[in-house]
């Protein structure tokens, strides 16, 4: 039975492609700033407030590995696509259910449990159409610039990438379920992939804070430990695999619950 | 086993019971009509019915599953066809691909069949759909894979007189096929003409369960007579007469009691013209309806309740 995956992941590929179209283009406009900022290094690092160092964890600025990973993966990937993730899983159920598209998914002989599963599948569309976007778009981008980026590196780290883009998900999938609004539960899923963003920025700051960012997704994904020191946090990845499972039963657990 | 039997359903939001401990049964092969206003509770029967919300206290089988069981009302839903009053369909895609849709779902041997009855233009993007159009693509979708039951939700909104009636036509052949069609609806011609049952619902109690027939029997005859001359009403009036309405020479009235007495009584009179028929089940509607809302009584309201006695 995956009727319901097969029309999803139809519906999701315009999107995955829109979305690839706007991050390539924003790795073009990063790209195009490396020459001077690899010149500068070490000046841009002292320049820039210790909070922005902080946030986006630069580190080894003036190498192309360095600034892909801490500059480039941090904006892009930990921030822009996993609000895009939690943003599309928020509005899976919701919108759905708003729209009454529910009702007459619901009058087929299919289970609640697959529709959240089949509908939350469908995400590998974006999933593969965003990494392999922007895998081309670095590997351009590095040559253009006469540099060369190891291509096990970076599909490692773009593989690495997809357990937190998961747990994106996960956070998503579960507001679909639980709030009323389409509008609502997508701001909530944006927000609050922002917000774990940036406590996980500021509480690597002051040891004594430290400690909360372990209970944000993107400190299990670490671009730079990939890219400039080549080692795969698979142990971290693993927790945020299963973070996002357990947020996908709560939410399969709870739309198997609910009246619609 | 009756294809849908309702037990106490009960569903409350808060202090509002959008149904009251509703009881009644939906025979095999019939085509079963729920009638009341918007607002009275007909959907949300129909979506207790489908699991789409769970019952507050009662219960229901369809097709013998229990509605309470998720899995097994899951598994009976190869036989069951929806139309629901809300058409959510995934509006980008054309019909043709909204009926490939459901039929990976469930289905489609008589599509071609309905695709000739009902003809929504197939290659266009949903979107751009007028109601009618979408109605019939939703008609389509709810038959095509066979189903034993159909369950439909106000089918004919946004059809035009002509679909209507096609799709009134359709439904008593289907029915005569076997098929158990159950229908809600606020439109009481639409009942009168393609029912064989009905059941009423005001404010989520069910007040009334008939055959269409009986309960047109019981609430009487519409008769309308024209005399030569005006007569003294104490003279032309009788108990069995309500609803009373003289205009010179011209006298309407419901008549309760039965017909032969009602001819004999009218031959003593110079008669110009007479009609005697069934009354309209908005007639009867009004009765159970009547009393509601507008409790600081009118004489139209009183002579209503008087006949909502007769009526019960």
Request: charge should be negative; glycine fraction near 8%; aromatic fraction near 8%.
């Given at each position: 039975m995956t009727a319901i995956l097969r029309n999803e992941s139809g519906k999701l590929l315009h999107s995955s492609v829109l979305l690839t179209g706007m991050l390539a283009l924003l790795s073009a406009f990063m790209f195009a700033a490396y020459p001077g900022f690899a010149e500068e290094a070490e000046f841009v690092e002292e320049a820039f407030p210790p909070v922005l160092i902080g946030l986006f964890g630069f580190?080894?600025?003036?190498t192309i590995e360095g600034f892909v990973a801490s500059y480039l993966f941090s904006l892009i990937w930990i921030l822009f696509a996993g609000m895009f993730f939690a943003y599309v899983s928020a509005g899976l159920i919701v919108e759905d259910v708003r729209t009454r598209k529910m009702d007459l998914i619901l009058?087929?002989?299919?289970?609640r449990e697959s529709v959240v599963l089949q509908k939350v599948a469908a995400l590998w569309v974006p999933l593969v159409v965003v990494n392999a976007g922007l895998l081309v778009v670095l590997l351009v981008g590095a040559s253009v610039l006469g540099e060369s980026l190891d291509p096990v590196d970076l599909g490692m780290v773009l593989l690495l990438s997809v357990p937190y883009l998961l747990v994106c998900v996960g956070i998503g999938i579960v507001l679909s379920v639980t709030v009323d609004r389409v509008e609502t539960a997508q701001a909530s899923a944006l927000g609050l992939v922002f917000i774990l963003w940036l406590v996980d920025g500021l509480s690597d700051m002051d040891p004594d804070f430290e400690?909360?960012?372990?209970?944000?997704?993107?400190?299990?994904?670490?671009?730079t430990d990939v890219l400039?020191?080549?080692?795969?946090a698979y142990g971290d990845a693993g927790i945020l695999l299963a973070v996002f499972l357990v947020l996908l039963g709560l939410a399969v657990v709870i739309f198997a619950r609910r009246d619609i | 086993m009756a294809p849908i039997e309702i037990e106490d359903l009960t569903k409350r939001y808060g202090d509002l019971a959008?149904?009251?401990?509703v009881v009644f049964d939906v025979e095999r092969g019939e085509i079963f009509g729920y009638l009341g206003?918007?607002?009275?509770g007909k959907t949300t029967t129909i979506r207790l019915l489908l699991g789409l919300i769970k019952p507050t206290a009662g219960t229901a089988t369809v097709l013998g599953a229990d509605i309470r069981d998720r899995r097994a009302l899951t598994g009976v839903k190869t036989n069951i066809g929806y139309l629901p009053d809300t058409l959510g369909f995934?509006?980008?895609?054309?019909g043709t691909q909204v009926l490939d849709h459901f039929a990976r779902m469930r289905g489609d041997e008589r599509r071609a069949e309905l695709l000739d009855l009902f003809r929504p233009?197939?290659?266009?993007?949903?979107?751009?759909?007028s109601s009618g159009n979408k109605r019939m693509l939703g008609i389509v979708q709810a038959f095509m894979h066979d189903p034993d039951l159909v369950i439909m939700d106000e089918?004919?909104?946004?059809?035009d007189p002509l679909k209507q009636d096609r799709l009134h036509q359709f439904l008593e052949a289907e029915r005569d096929a076997g098929t158990t069609i159950f229908l809600s609806s606020h439109v009481l011609s639409e009942v009168q003409r393609v029912c064989d049952r009905v059941g009423i619902i005001r404010a989520g109690k069910l007040i009334a369960l008939e055959n269409i027939d009986d309960l047109l029997t019981q609430s009487g005859k519409n008769v309308w007579v024209h005399l030569e001359e005006p007569v003294e009403n104490a003279r032309f009036?009788?108990?069995?007469?309500?609803d009373v309405e003289v205009t010179g020479a011209t006298i309407q009235f419901t008549y309760t009691g039965d017909v032969k007495t009602l001819l004999a009584h009218l031959v003593q009179f110079e008669i110009v013209d007479a009609d005697i028929g069934d009354p309209q089940l908005d007639d009867i509607f009004k009765h159970y309806y009547?009393?509601?809302?507008?409790?600081?009584?009118t004489n139209e309201d009183a002579t209503r309740e008087d006949t909502t006695a007769e009526v019960e």
């Open positions: 580190e080894a600025l003036h009058s087929n002989p299919v289970s400690w909360i960012g372990t209970f944000t997704p993107s400190r299990y994904f670490t671009p400039v020191h080549q080692e795969y | 959008a149904n009251d401990a206003p918007n607002g009275a995934e509006e980008r895609l054309t233009p197939l290659e266009k993007p949903v979107e751009t759909y089918p004919t909104s946004g059809l009036l009788t108990d069995d007469m309500i009547g009393d509601e809302g507008e409790t600081d009584a």
